[in-house]
């Protein structure tokens, strides 16, 4: 099994920046994929960035350029350095660890950007 939590949300005014981390643990040799979604009120959770297991990366339309994701610490640790930050990028944002098994969810973490 693979247990994953998020940290480092909160409020923050537009134009400013956020770094997200995603520790994950269990059995993190099994893990192909990790990645960061989100979920805004009233909206379905959609996908941020996500880097694989060989650390290629890819992005959202909505995030490229402004948003960067990195894996650390044989690939257990995952962040997402948010910058330019857009009131439109307020949700809560959950990490995901992909085995060839199942997905594995954290539970969130917000945050909200302010005009």
């Known amino acids: 099994q693979v247990q994953v939590a998020e940290s480092g949300g909160g409020l ?4 400013g920046s956020l770094r997200l981390s995603c520790e994950a643990s269990g059995n993190i040799v099994s893990i192909i994929r990790m990645g960061w979604y989100r979920q805004a009120p009233g909206q379905e959770r959609e ?3 996500l880097s694989d297991s060989d650390l290629s990366t890819r992005y959202a339309a909505s995030v490229k350029g402004r948003f960067t994701i ?3 610490n044989g690939a257990s640790t995952m962040y997402l350095q948010m910058n ?3 009131p ?3 949700a809560v ?5 992909r085995t ?3 997905n594995h969810w954290g539970q969130g973490t917000q945050v909200t950007v302010s005009s």
Do not use: I, M, P, W
Request: glycine share 4%; charged share 20%.
């Open 12 to 15: 923050v005014q537009a134009g």
């Open 47 to 49: 996908f941020v960035a």
């Open 70 to 72: 990195s894996r650390h």
């Open 84 to 86: 330019s930050l857009k």
């Open 88 to 90: 439109e990028d307020t």
């Open 93 to 97: 944002y959950f990490c995901n660890a």
């Open 100 to 102: 060839r098994a199942q």
